[in-house]
């Protein structure tokens, strides 16, 4: 090393290029910019560098500065080579037509991981330019209007969408789904509200929702393991539906194993009825989760009694509910369940807790209530 420093031999210049590649990937995009002071070596090394991601820097986020626009088309008309990643994100970014010109030019860059996330209450379009990125694996998309052209062919290889706040045309997002037949990933929060939401998509592995809908089908999602859905809004649903919501919710999901519903979302399964045989997707569920549940509501109760006691393999349950203004009959529903299923002790326990919470008034509506089974496994938690 002595010998290196004495003879002005630059060790990190004569690193190969794959590992100063590397090396630049782990700065900040600003911070690999400026190692082009370095020396006159080192001027344009950073340009070939797969990522950019603009929203880390204060200064790219305050308003009204032009700074921001000129720093990103300086980087991109000085970069070389594919752009695998490309993210804007800042809460004072607003719609403009620099966005088209930043597409286009990522139109030809093979990008795989794009992500743009502008102002929430700014709705910016996306142009067609988006829909020509045949490399595209990862999208998340934020405050937009999303939709594709008629000669859109898909995305071939797109495994994660993440949409929040994306204005979707509900009769064609079904299409797009079938499009991206590598999908493993699907998020959708606060998106365009859904009559009837139907999931075709082979390779799915994970689904989270959170928004408004009246119906939800799982079409063919034979590798679907976990399961998210939030409602947030009493759903206006058929009174008299062809068959349970239950059963059209399970029908094909025979790999589910992680379920996490709101108070909202039980109270839709019950529509239509609760079959005696429940569906073979509850089998392998090992892992549910109820959220935004109200005791006073006797659907919600015997929509989580069911899942409860018709999960065989359950190791993991989890409770956010409200105990204001309990309903005698869905107590006295939960002790009549709790005394057929003798095997299942998990609603002997919500039984006790109800008791206990309400002769033992907290300071915080939101104390929690651990239970662990020892020897079972099974871990229950009710605020």
């Known amino acids: 090393m002595r010998h290196a420093r ?39 090394k950073w340009v070939r560098r797969p990522k950019l991601e603009f929203g880390n820097d204060e200064y790219l986020h305050i308003p009204q500065n032009p700074i921001p626009k000129t720093l990103i088309y300086q980087v991109l008309l000085l970069h070389e080579g594919p752009i695998m990643k490309f993210s804007l994100w800042g809460h004072y970014w607003r719609s403009c037509p620099d966005f088209d010109h930043w597409i286009l030019f990522l139109s030809r860059k093979n ?3 794009f992500t743009l996330q502008i102002g929430v209450g700014n709705i910016y379009h996306m142009p067609s330019h988006l ?31 993440d949409f929040h706040t994306v204005t979707i045309v509900p009769a064609t997002f079904g299409d797009l789904i079938s499009k991206c037949p590598l999908l493993e990933q699907l998020r959708l929060v606060a998106c365009t ?28 999602t034979p590798k679907l ?9 009493r759903v206006l649903a058929d009174e008299f539906p062809v068959c349970s919501n239950l059963v059209k919710f399970f029908h094909h999901t025979p790999n589910l194993k992680q379920l996490n519903l709101d108070g909202w979302v039980l109270q839709y399964l019950t529509v239509g009825g609760l079959p005696e045989s429940p569906p073979t997707a509850l089998n392998n569920v090992r892992n549910l989760n109820i959220s935004h549940m109200s005791f006073e509501n006797i659907e ?21 509910a409200s105990i204001e203004n309990v309903e ?18 998990v609603l002997q326990k919500v039984m006790q807790m109800i008791h206990e919470m309400k002769q033992f008034p907290c300071a915080s509506r939101n104390v929690k209530f651990k239970y662990e089974e020892l020897g079972t496994d099974i871990v229950m938690e009710v605020p």
């Not at 910019?33 to 370095?38: E, P």
């Not at 829909?131 to 898909?154: D, E, M």
């Not at 393991?225 to 809004?233: C, I, N, P």
């Open 193 to 220: 509200n859904f009559d009837c939401l139907e999931i075709d998509a082979a390779n799915l592995q994970c689904f989270y929702f959170i928004g408004v809908l009246k119906s939800i089908c799982f079409k063919n």
């Open 111 to 113: 990008v795989q991981e």
């Open 300 to 320: 919600e109760v015997v929509g989580a009694v069911y899942l409860i006691t018709r999960c065989p393999r359950l190791q993991y349950f989890s409770m956010d």
């Open 131 to 161: 829909f020509a990125f045949q490399q595209l694996r990862h999208l998340k998309l934020s405050s937009c209007v999303f939709h594709p052209p008629t000669t859109f062919i898909g995305f071939k290889k797109l495994t994660h969408i």
């Open 6 to 44: 004495s003879s002005g031999v630059d060790m990190l210049s004569n690193l190969p290029c794959h590992i100063l590649e590397n090396i630049l990937g782990c700065l900040d995009l600003r911070d690999a910019v400026r190692t082009s002071i370095l020396s006159k070596g080192w001027r344009y």
């Open 328 to 345: 005698e009959a869905g107590v006295q529903f939960i002790k009549a369940q709790a005394n057929s299923y003798g095997g299942m002790k």
């Open 225 to 233: 393991e976990q399961v998210t859905v939030d409602f947030r809004l």
